[in-house]
């Protein structure tokens, strides 16, 4: 009897019990007929399976379709997370309009039993209450006497009664209008969310659609983009494996903080809007990097550690129709001046950057070593006075990385100039 009866109860949950999004997949198909709750619910599982699917993923990029599958894995992601906070929204939303009529019922209520209560002073006041004893001498008989006391204690039961309603009322009205704010915040921070997720998602799209460009979907074209920026990678490290005095002595010299020391290469192309790649460079720009030696060992510095406060333009993001904006952060709380000249055009931050977060070149590095910056000018600039040296990276593919590099007077800092043309 009692194995029929567990029996029972298992069918019954398993026909009653809301069907939990059977491990939920990474799709973006709805199931009909959920409430938002339950869309919120269901998005969440989604974006679940989305991150595992992508966990899964992460690091088998060494295929063309590979690489394509993952950027398809973040994007089904972040729109799921898209659905999944506008599901959250939706519902706080309907929340917060319950708990406007809610609050406005309060309202009524509270200041009906005001109404009440001022009424019921006033009634007192012209009445004004005799004492007992008055009671006692101005009555007819002993009935008559406990009859009004009786009836007196009942009305002062009554307003202290009405007194209570009122303080629940305001208690409850303060505790509802405290979550009612609550709520409103939370779908402020939830919007906020949304634009932020919306961003995200353009720049995967970006990300895609420029991998697609970039290889023209053949994996040859691929390889050969991977091998490119593996190949810069390899060139700056091996770059700033060394101090900077220990680069060719040919050609070093003193240098002044401020003095022109090298140009930019393409720069002058990259102004006209043309191709202006060079040696392990996309692009015209001047990859800054900033070392310390500590036991003889250099080691890389944020560079916005060192560098002042400057007109800047932030193009470190790139959204789904082209447009740049702020992917990185941007916040220098230095002394020195510039490499190049301002208003500078930051392409790339230190660190994990947005690029390493949101595009392909996170296959080949998660930690971006200096800034990627451009000015309005070719000309680079000594940050501090020092020794001057230039030297260049050969790489496998007989690429000639031209850098120079400054080794600070009275410190153990160094910087490198990439991407550069000696002065």
Known sequence: MKL????????????????????????????????????YQYWTEVATACQQKLDENKGQQNTLKAALGVINSKIRLIQAQIKQTTAQIVSLEKDVATLSTVLTDL???????TKIYLARVRESYLRRDPAPLTLFFSSDSFAKFFTRIRYL???????????????????????????????????EEL??????????????????NDLLIQTRNDETRYQRLLAQVQEELNAINAIIARPCNESKEEGSRDVSKGEV????????????????????????????????????KPIVRNPFGFLK?????????????GNCFAGD?????????????????????????????????????????????????????????????????????NCSL???CVDHKDNDVDTFYLHVNYN
Request: proline residues 3%; glycine residues 6%.
């Open 4 to 39: 029929r009866a567990i029996l029972f109860c298992f069918l019954l949950s398993f026909f009653w019990l809301p069907a939990k999004a059977l491990a939920a997949e990474c799709t973006d198909t709805v199931p009909p007929n959920l409430s938002s709750d339950q869309l």
């Open 107 to 113: 309202d009524k209520t509270l200041a009906e039993l």
């Open 153 to 187: 204690s009942v009305v002062k039961a009554r307003d202290q009664l009405i007194l209570s309603e009122m303080e629940t009322a305001r208690l409850n009205y303060d505790a509802q209008k405290n979550v009612k704010i609550r709520k409103q915040q939370e779908v």
């Open 191 to 208: 919007k906020t969310r949304l634009t932020n997720q919306q961003v995200n998602l353009a720049a995967q799209q970006r990300s895609k």
């Open 261 to 296: 020391i090298a140009k930019i290469i393409g720069y002058d192309l990259w102004k006209q809007g043309k191709n202006s790649s060079s040696c392990n460079s996309g692009g015209a720009h001047l990859h800054f990097i900033v070392t310390e030696r500590i036991a003889d």
């Open 309 to 321: 406060q400057v007109d800047y333009h932030n193009c470190s993001g790139v959204d789904g129709i």
């Open 329 to 397: 952060l941007f916040n220098p709380t230095g002394s020195w001046e510039w490499p190049i000249d301002p208003a500078i055009t930051l392409n790339q931050g230190y660190g994990y950057t947005w690029a390493v977060k949101y595009t392909w070149v996170g296959k080949i590095y998660d930690f971006h070593n200096g800034v990627d910056i451009i000015g309005t000018s070719d000309n680079v600039r000594a940050v501090q006075s020092g020794r001057l040296y230039r030297d260049a990276y050969i790489g496998s593919d």
């Open 402 to 404: 031209q850098y120079v």
